[in-house]
């Protein structure tokens, strides 16, 4: 019997249209529609049903969208699910990374999907789901699909899919030890030779770049300065408004602070997964302090307050998506003048 | 310096008459044998075996492994350890190759001792597994530490190191099948042509963090847990000026073998030709507290300097902790100008989630990685153990268990075996022999 694949698409390689489409709800037909032809050429499967979802409703309504094609998915037979490929596509990428990981968790089935580097789908998925490295525009189809079809027919044969540098899928953040046929003294005396000679060499360890900021020095005039709050613990109404998530944060959110004293437990509490919540949910300003801050306000000790404060959860945010997050924050702390910023993590 | 290494390559070892070597076959007496070893009288069990590549037998608890060799000038193989002090790295040495003295307990294991499989899926996992080895398996009076996690393992130790010492005899008045030598200038002496090369020096990390003595590497019998960085030469490392210690994960240790054989060491000298202007060893070593481990790395760095080396290897024998030493020295050379090309294992866990090294500095750019310490390893049931399997499961080994709700014990009832490769005997092979590398999934 011949196994069975099932393929996510956009909108737009769904061909309902382009931006003006791209709120439509998910649906799901039989057979193949755009690169699910390709697929259904070129895999050891039959596609058998093609979804197509517009990227505004899977990033407006995530939940939503994931839940209708979960039960779509109820009483099909399928043995992968392949999303994509995205390119550069943001939304799309995002969108591609949502189905594949939610796919993967319901029903246990392999997952695959491809996107550009720049896409900002690939840093938030790459640990969930296998994403093969795809080029940047739709022109790239061709060579994009045929990559995923390679790995994807390795999934459907039960076979082991190799290192990521090697079937050219995005590192997973997993490392493990494997056999070759180099010693690691011939390794070695390559790796030497080449840096005396000034050659290219590949190290066997990367050190992922450390983004180090150097500490800002100390404020000069304190009781002038505009100081504003910020936090990685977590902090939140207790609605969550903005959505933030417990770990792997993507979002973050400012709250109004100018007409209150302290934050208030039943009022806020701590959205972090990542450590015992109680004393924080208690008492939120045990991680954010605004009761001393308002405090020092009254007492002099510092100039001004500024209205908000700013949270996210810090717990496997990765670097980009954080620095991302200040490149958002940072223009409305300049336009309200701040002088200064205590950010406090957990 | 000059160092000459006769070598004698073993074929086959026999137990027969008398002790001998002729045409590749190495005989030995065994009740000789093991009444030499019977000497130490804190041996109170002791027998000898042969095992072979293919052979289906399993090793454990395995502590040390040593080349049997002799000296042409009659004087101790280990200087300051089994025999007076002495001037190591000169001279000539037979050695009997592609063999080794194995030393194994009988009953009781510890958190340092390790596994090796002869034969099977688990033969590939030591370097060991491809030689011929001469096991001793004993048990001794030292009943202080018995039921110690960590053991100093020093009755067993030394007796696999006089042995090693008592088979070498035999090949003493014979001519080698080859020669290796090893020699070197004082570098201030060497020619303006060899002193113009980009200057390669070894820095070299064994395992010194027990404060306790008796569990560290020895420097000409030296603890090293007392010890500040200083220069030595490649030959006096494989001429028995290093003894190898009992504490660290045995996946992640040089054994005294290793010491004996360092391949990378070895290369340095033999490949420096035009290239490069080879300047020596500074031994290091690893430490606990950080002033310790940043006084090393100081100090390591000024000799390195001073040497006028351009290029450096940094190679640590261990890991987690040490990581921190082996970084701070790769960092600390690489600030000072000194490019390094580093060796170690790596410890990313079960699920290769982990962080590869326990601190990570954007100099280190050139490494070579011979595997994770936390790998599971599945080993089938072997019909032949020497030692007591149960050691591993029982006494604390760093790589195995007696209990895991999810995989259940290390040891299980048929004799087959589940453990991380911390506990394979000498198993990352850091120094030159690791046939693994880590990669990212």
Redesign the interface.
């Known amino acids: 019997m011949s196994k069975k694949a099932i393929v996510y698409i956009n909108q737009f390689f769904g061909q309902l249209g382009g931006e003006d489409t791209a709120d439509v709800a998910p649906s799901i037909t039989e057979g193949q529609i755009g690169p699910a032809m390709a697929y259904n050429a070129q895999l050891n499967a039959d596609v058998t049903h093609t979804i197509i979802c517009g990227d505004n409703f899977m990033g407006s309504h995530t939940e939503e969208a994931v839940q209708i094609i979960l039960d779509m998915l109820k009483d099909k037979e399928f043995d992968i699910f392949i999303a994509g490929p995205a390119f550069n596509a943001g939304r799309y990428g995002v969108a591609c990374g949502t189905i594949c990981k939610a796919v993967k968790e319901k029903y246990g089935v392999p997952v695959i999907t491809s996107m550009n580097q720049e896409n900002p789908g690939m840093e938030m998925f790459r640990k969930d789901v296998i994403i093969m490295k795809g080029g940047n525009i739709a022109s790239k189809m061709r060579k994009d699909l045929a990559a995923v079809v390679k790995v994807a027919n390795k999934m459907l044969a039960g076979e082991e899919?190799?290192?990521?540098?090697?079937e050219g899928y995005f590192?997973?953040?997993?490392?493990?030890?494997?056999?070759?046929?180099?010693?690691?003294?011939d390794?070695?005396?390559k790796?030497?030779?080449a840096?005396?000679?000034g050659e290219d060499?590949v190290?066997?360890?990367i050190?992922?770049?450390?983004d180090r900021v150097p500490i800002a020095p100390a404020v000069k005039d304190l009781k002038h300065a505009r100081i504003a709050m910020l936090n990685t613990g977590g902090i939140i109404p207790v609605d969550n408004p903005d959505r933030i998530q417990s770990a792997s944060a993507t979002r973050w959110g400012r709250y109004d602070i100018s007409e209150m004293d302290a934050l208030k437990g039943g009022e806020f509490k701590t959205i972090h997964a990542g450590f015992d919540p109680a004393a924080a949910n208690e008492n939120p300003n045990r991680i954010m302090p605004i009761d001393a801050m308002k405090v020092l306000l009254k007492e002099g000790v510092y100039g001004s307050l500024h209205p908000y404060f700013y949270t996210t959860v810090g717990t496997g945010t990765t670097e980009k998506e954080a620095a991302r997050m200040a490149r958002e924050i940072i223009p409305l702390l300049q336009e309200d003048q701040v002088d200064a910023c205590i950010l406090i993590s957990t | 310096m000059k160092l000459e290494i006769g070598n004698f390559h073993v074929k086959d070892i026999v137990f027969g008459d008398s002790l001998s070597y002729s045409d590749g076959i190495l005989t030995i007496n065994k009740e000789e044998a093991l009444d030499f070893i019977r000497q130490d009288k804190r041996i109170t069990e002791a027998e000898l075996y042969i095992v072979k590549p293919g052979d289906m037998v399993r090793l454990c608890p395995v502590k040390e492994a040593i080349e049997p060799r002799c000296r042409l000038d009659g004087k101790g193989l280990f200087p300051g350890y089994t025999s007076d002090l002495r001037q190591a790295g000169e001279g000539v040495l037979h050695a009997l190759k592609d063999c080794s003295v194995i030393v194994v307990g009988r009953h009781w294991g510890g958190f340092q001792d390790g596994l090796i499989d002869m034969g099977g899926p688990g033969q590939k996992h030591t370097y060991f597994g491809e030689l011929i080895n001469i096991v001793l398996v004993g048990d001794t009076d030292e009943e202080f530490e018995r039921y110690e996690q960590q053991k100093c393992n020093d009755a067993l130790r030394r007796a696999g190191h006089k042995l090693a010492e008592y088979i070498g005899q035999c090949v003493k008045d014979l001519t080698p099948e080859d020669t290796d030598v090893y020699e070197t200038e004082p570098l201030v002496k060497r020619s303006a042509e060899k002193n113009g090369r980009p200057g390669v020096v070894a820095v070299i990390q064994p395992q010194s963090q027990m404060e306790t003595p008796g569990y560290n590497t020895l420097y000409y019998g030296w603890d090293m847990n007392r010890y500040l960085p200083s220069y030595m030469t490649v030959q006096e490392v494989l001429d028995g000026a290093l003894i190898s210690g009992s504490f660290m994960p045995t996946s992640s240790k040089w054994s005294t073998y290793d010491f004996q054989n360092f391949p990378i060491l070895r290369r340095l000298i033999e490949e420096q030709g035009d290239e490069y202007n080879f300047l020596g060893v500074i031994l290091a070593n690893l430490n606990v507290a950080m002033d310790q481990k940043e006084r090393n790395a100081q100090i390591l760095t000024n000799i390195a300097v001073q040497l006028g080396a351009d290029y450096a290897l940094v190679t640590e024998e261990g890991y987690g902790n040490p990581d921190a030493d082996y970084v701070l020295a790769i960092s600390n050379l690489e600030k000072a100008g000194i490019k390094v090309v580093a060796v170690a294992n790596e410890s990313t866990g079960r699920d290769g989630g982990g962080s590869p090294l326990v601190t990570l500095d954007e100099r280190i750019v050139a490494m070579v990685s011979t595997g994770n310490v936390g790998q599971l390893i599945e080993l089938p049931p072997m019909p032949v153990v020497l030692g007591e399997l149960e050691a591993l499961g029982r006494d604390g080994n760093s790589g195995g268990w007696d209990y895991d709700e999810v995989l259940g014990p290390s040891v299980r009832p048929d004799g087959s075996v589940i453990m991380e490769d911390n506990g394979l005997f000498c198993g990352d092979q850091t120094v030159g022999w690791s046939f693994k590398t880590m990669k990212d999934f």
């Open positions: 899919i190799g290192a990521a540098a090697e590192p997973t953040g997993h490392r493990h030890q494997t056999f070759i046929n180099e010693r690691a003294v390794r070695f005396m790796m030497l030779h840096r005396i000679r060499y190290s066997e360890m050190v992922p770049k450390l």
